[in-house]
C-alpha cells in the first residue's frame, strides 16, 4: 500500500492550496487519515486529521484556515489551506491506519511529503 501526495507549490501569502492525498495496492479498509508538516529544523507537527467516520480535529495554528476532507470510495483525503503564511511553510505529509485484508491488522503508513512555500 502507498500513499501519493500533490497539490504542493509555491503560493503568495494569503493564497489558497489543496493538497491530495491518494491510497492505492491491495486495501480492504483505511481507519484514520492525517497531514502532518515539517518546517525546516523543525519537528513534525500534526495539522489534521479525520476518521474514517468523518470526526476531524486540528492543531490550534491551522483551526479555522485549514479544512481536511476525505472521499472513502477513491481512499484520498485532502487538505484546504486558506490564508497561507509564511508560518505554513513545511514539506506536508499524508499518513494513514490501512487494513490491507480482512484478518490482517492495521498498518500504519506515511506518504512521501509534497512542499508548500508561501512567500511574502
Known amino acids: 500500500v502507498q500513499l501519493q501526495a500533490s497539490g504542493g507549490g509555491l503560493v503568495q501569502d494569503g493564497g489558497s492550496l489543496r493538497l491530495s492525498c491518494a491510497a492505492s495496492?491491495?486495501?480492504?479498509?483505511?481507519?484514520?487519515m492525517g497531514w502532518y508538516r515539517q518546517a525546516p529544523e523543525k519537528q513534525r507537527e500534526l495539522v489534521a486529521t479525520?476518521?474514517?467516520?468523518?470526526?476531524?480535529s486540528y492543531a490550534d495554528s491551522v483551526n479555522g484556515r485549514f479544512t481536511i476532507s476525505r472521499d472513502n470510495a477513491k481512499n484520498t483525503v485532502y487538505l484546504q489551506m486558506n490564508s497561507l503564511s509564511r508560518e505554513d511553510t513545511a514539506v506536508y505529509y499524508c499518513?494513514?491506519?490501512?487494513?490491507?485484508?480482512?484478518?490482517?491488522?492495521?498498518?500504519?503508513?506515511w506518504g512521501q511529503g509534497t512542499q508548500v512555500t508561501v512567500s511574502s
Open positions: 499518513d494513514a491506519v490501512v487494513k490491507r485484508f480482512p484478518i490482517s491488522s492495521y498498518q500504519h503508513i
Open positions: 495496492g491491495s486495501i480492504f479498509r483505511i481507519g484514520g
Open positions: 479525520i476518521t474514517n467516520n468523518g470526526g476531524i
